[in-house]
């Protein structure tokens, strides 16, 4: 087999976005000290894992997966929650993490899929294809083509991470890797994990930067953009879709980092403390979370600031007063 090159090209929409993502990474680092905001970076630590393992059908809810990691008892499936066991215990190592390494991507996956499967850090024997839900999008390349798809996919991004700029380098990564899908399981997490590695390594902002939770909102359209790519014979289209949403999860972290701890009171604090992210909640399990006797008092202290902060948002934003409103911590 030739020495291969990923084909993909670079165009104006691309450098445009990569030039609304460094201007927003600098914003971020610039104005706001990741560091001095635990809960910030444990939340958005716990909504990658949650949404990553999402992706992959796990069933546990946002606030189950932040009780498997609290080391709380979870009722769950043994495997669903050594899933998530397994995948902080990777995340916990982004800033370790080499992704230039083909070595480290082996023993990382032995991370991710520890106890899960019998192959666990070890290439695939058998032929796999590509899955969206039970929808098959290809099947991958030949399994005793793997190693040397790997060894030259490694190559090309040792011999180019000078010339192209890590974004790009970090998307048609995560492509290519999908595609040959080496590992029997266990492939979608890893493309996401060694996606969020080659963007910690050029900026370590991007630790706590939950890319994954944006990918698991357009589930469709990122199983979409890989099906094109494949027909398209190059990665162009992945590119565009991931370049677009890590510039929208980063304006998200701007508009979070806006708020001053000072304007949230200690009502807003006890209200997000009771609420998962993205359940619905309607007023009434709210009062009941929060142990409160009058609608007045939820809505004047807690409902109504947090909805102007843009802390949780209405399900019928058109229909405030409707008896099926919902609420939804953002």
Not at 46 to 57: D, F, V
Request: net charge neutral.
């Amino acid at each position: 087999m030739e020495k291969y090159t990923p084909p993909f090209n670079i165009t104006n929409q691309m450098l445009s976005l990569v030039a609304s993502i460094s201007e927003k990474v600098g914003k971020i680092g610039v104005t706001s000290n990741l560091e001095s905001k635990p809960h910030l970076r444990k939340n958005n630590r716990i909504k990658s894992i949650h949404s990553s393992l999402k992706i992959e059908a796990n069933s546990l809810t946002m606030g189950q997966v932040r009780d498997v990691i609290n080391g709380k008892t979870v009722l769950g499936e043994k495997k669903e929650i050594q899933e998530v066991r397994n995948a902080y215990n990777a995340y916990e190592k982004l800033l370790e993490i080499n992704p230039f390494d083909l070595s480290e991507l082996k023993k990382y996956h032995g991370i991710m899929t520890k106890y899960l499967v019998d192959d666990s850090g070890m290439f695939r024997k058998g032929e796999e294809g590509v899955f969206n839900g039970s929808e098959c999008i290809f099947m991958a390349p030949p399994a005793k083509f793997v190693e040397e798809l790997m060894d030259n996919l490694f190559r090309w991004i040792n011999e180019n991470k000078e010339e192209v700029h890590p974004l790009i380098l970090a998307s048609v990564f995560h492509y290519e890797f999908v595609f040959i899908h080496p590992f029997s399981d266990g492939n979608g997490r890893m493309a996401r994990l060694w996606h969020t590695a080659f963007l910690t390594r050029w900026n370590k902002i991007f630790e706590y930067i939950p890319i994954e939770s944006q990918i698991e909102k357009f589930q469709n359209d990122y199983y979409d953009a890989i099906a094109k790519c494949h027909n398209a014979g190059n990665s162009d289209i992945f590119i565009q879709f991931m370049l677009e949403q890590i510039d929208k999860v980063l304006s998200e972290i701007i508009e979070q980092l806006s708020r001053g701890d000072e304007d949230i009171s200690e009502y807003i604090k006890k209200l997000l403390a009771v609420m998962e992210y993205d359940t619905p909640y309607t007023l009434a399990s709210l009062m009941k979370l929060l142990d409160l006797k009058s609608k007045e008092t939820i809505r004047r202290h807690y409902i109504h600031p947090a909805l102007r902060l843009n802390l949780i948002q209405m399900t019928l934003p058109d229909k405030p007063h409707s008896r099926n409103q919902r609420y939804i911590k953002k």
